[in-house]
């Protein structure tokens, strides 16, 4: 190939090696954020997290002391009414696209569920707000649950769909052939076989929204006080946070980080957990 | 394929007796699963049905309740409610203005700011980086979506707004101070600061809006433009993102309309000041900063419907542009993978 000698011209090679370390570039610059964040959280964080911190109710300004356990507490009860709302109906609906999904409605559903996705969490903190909190008169538990599992719905029931539609069709062919009714097929063999993916996203859509703070502000309310009412204001960490890393008391702004790395770990423990119980699934599977 | 090793149950008992027990008659068979399980089946198929409604019952929902929630205010100011700049909940006076201007002057700080450094971890992700690398900065780039927004607020007002105030503001003072965007006194919490969290919260949904899309560039286009001789930047540029384009639009349109509703950190380094100021150094306010901010306070029914209807607006404006987005994404990745499906 006798064209091969010909050089590239200089123009064009260092426009190209430019283009790279520009690429590499974008791609440091997008990860130090990431570093920082985490580093610096660890750092702040790690030294204020202790027992009290974790046993502890808030104690007033001025007094040393005192801890999160009741946003703790809080967060994991809100986030289970979320759950016990989202899941189901999230799967529900991804399995309906996935399963009986042709025509208009199902793309509609596709695409509201899309559009749902995409809308700022204070916007469902209002509406939860007229839907549940006007009506009971005082905020509560339960309309924060309301606010996470609404906005938990559409994650899920995309990711359910998304992950219905790779089991490969001679699947659901073989259960129908074999006599099993139509609801048994899609519970007991095609949901079964896309079990992982499904929970899967439902864990990405739960560490989505445990950090959540927007739409509980005026659904959960937050809470000084020790509450396990579903019907009274209750602590969540995320509000925690928030109204302790805009006061003016360093005190607060140390346990703002504390309670901002227990919430992280909170998330990544969740995500982890269940990417270790689906991968040790899939093994038993294989061997 | 490890799925087909996922046990299929079949169904215990019963069916099979009443296989063995009329083997010669099949009718039977088909009278014996159909009387109980088609009933069962209807009543499966509704309530998934019924599932699938919730999602546009809840949109619908959101619509009605905001609307009808806003009615005062929409009656009381009108069109005069986007116009309007004064903000003063003690004489029941309320001008979205200095609220919109914010949120759109800070998404738009962060876009410029996001949008380079999305797209080139994209192309650097799926053109250029040793495949090893690869899946380890997807998923760290996906990691920075998994942060909570309030946590990038936090860090915000603790490390990045001191860091503007001590270095990165008297820089820009310094050096471009004539553009009448850097003036003025420097905070390090204001609209600069805002925009640049939240150009790193949307980055991780451009990037990977954008790494799918150009995933999907068929690698024959790469090799046709290689085998011209050409160098890698001119074949990113013209076989990639030239292919890509209107991907990488919806990806940068879905993370506008994040960036527009974005709440928690925003609201903690914007400064929150109902104030329309060119400099990037001075604080600023946005439509989800006041609703935070103020809604729990609102006592009276005028001052609630205001904000009220400054959330419709973010809904209407967000329901926009996310359908705009998903119809771009949708048609070039969604027609692709579903056709691999089918």
């Known amino acids: 190939m006798p064209s091969v000698s010909r050089p590239v011209s200089l123009v064009r090679r260092l426009t190209n090696f430019g283009f790279i370390g520009l690429s590499i570039l974008a791609a440091l610059l997008v990860l130090a954020p990431l570093g920082a964040i985490f580093g610096y959280l660890v750092y702040k964080g790690i030294g204020s997290i202790n027992l009290a911190f974790l046993t502890n109710t808030p104690r007033p300004v001025g007094e040393d002391g005192g801890g999160m356990a009741n946003a703790i507490v809080g967060s994991v009860m809100i986030l289970g009414m979320g759950s016990i709302l989202g899941v189901p109906l999230g799967i529900g609906a991804g399995v309906y696209m996935a399963e009986f999904g042709h025509g ?91 079990s992982k993916g499904v929970i899967t996203g439902a864990m990405l859509a739960f560490a989505r929204v445990a950090g959540e703070t927007a739409p509980l502000l005026f659904t959960a309310f937050g809470n000084q006080f020790w509450s396990l009412k579903p019907d009274q204001p209750i602590a969540a960490l995320p509000i925690q946070i928030f109204a302790y890393a805009i006061s003016p008391f360093d005190e607060w702004h140390r346990q703002a980080w504390a309670g901002a790395l227990i919430l992280i770990v909170l998330i990544v423990v969740a995500v982890a957990a269940v990417r270790v119980v689906t991968s040790r699934g899939s093994m038993a599977n294989n061997a | 394929m490890p799925r087909f ?3 299929v149950s079949l169904p215990s008992g019963k069916q099979e007796h009443a296989a063995a027990a009329t083997t010669s008659a099949a009718p039977h068979i088909e009278l014996r699963t159909s009387k109980f399980s088609k009933y069962v089946d209807v009543v499966f198929r509704y309530s998934l049905l019924l599932c699938s409604i919730s999602i546009i019952a809840v949109m619908a929902l959101f619509f009605y309740e905001l609307t009808s929630r806003s009615k005062l205010s929409i009656a009381r100011f009108g069109f005069g409610f986007f116009t309007g700049s004064t903000w003063d909940p003690v004489a029941g006076d309320f001008g979205a203005m200095p609220f919109i201007y914010g949120t759109l002057l800070s998404s738009l700080v962060a876009l410029v700011l996001a949008v380079p450094l999305a797209v080139g971890v994209a192309v650097f992700v799926t053109e250029l980086c040793p495949r090893s690398l690869r899946g380890i900065i997807s998923f760290t780039v996906e990691l920075l979506a998994a942060i909570p927004s309030v946590i990038y607020g936090l860090w915000g007002i603790f490390v990045l707004a001191p860091l503007l105030r001590k270095y990165v503001e008297p820089w820009l003072g310094k050096n471009f101070g004539w553009s009448g965007l850097f003036t003025g006194p420097m905070y390090g919490i204001g609209m600069l600061a805002a925009g640049i969290i939240l150009a790193i919260m949307i980055i991780p949904i451009i990037a990977s809006i954008t790494r799918e899309v150009l995933v999907a560039v068929p690698q024959s286009q790469r090799e046709a433009v290689l085998a011209l001789g050409a160098t890698r930047w001119e074949m990113v540029r013209m076989a990639v993102l030239r292919n890509a384009r209107v991907g990488i639009m919806g990806g940068i349109i879905l993370g506008l309309g994040r960036a527009i509703g974005e709440t928690m950190a925003v609201t903690m380094l914007i400064g929150n000041r109902p104030e329309v100021a060119k400099s990037l150094f001075a604080p600023g306010y946005t439509m989800a900063s006041v609703i935070a901010n103020e809604f729990s306070e609102a006592t009276d029914d005028l001052y609630l419907s205001a904000l009220v209807e400054i959330g419709l607006v973010l809904l209407i404006v967000t329901v926009i542009v996310n359908a705009c987005a998903r119809l771009l994404v949708w048609s070039i990745t969604n027609g692709h993978s579903a056709r691999n499906n089918a």
Request: aromatic content about 6%.
């Open chain 1, 104 to 194: 208009r409605f199902v793309n509609l559903v596709r695409f509201t569920a899309d559009v749902l996705n995409g809308i700022p969490s204070i916007v469902v903190g209002i509406a939860v707000y007229a839907l549940v909190v006007l009506p009971q008169h005082h905020f509560s538990a339960l309309s924060g649950g309301v606010a996470l599992g609404i906005m938990m719905i559409p994650t899920i029931a995309r990711t359910t769909e998304e992950m219905l539609l790779m089991v490969p069709n001679t699947i659901r062919e073989a259960a129908l052939g074999l006599g099993i009714p139509q609801w048994r097929a899609t519970l007991q063999v095609t949901l079964r076989t896309a």
């Open chain 2, 5 to 7: 090793h996922t046990p």
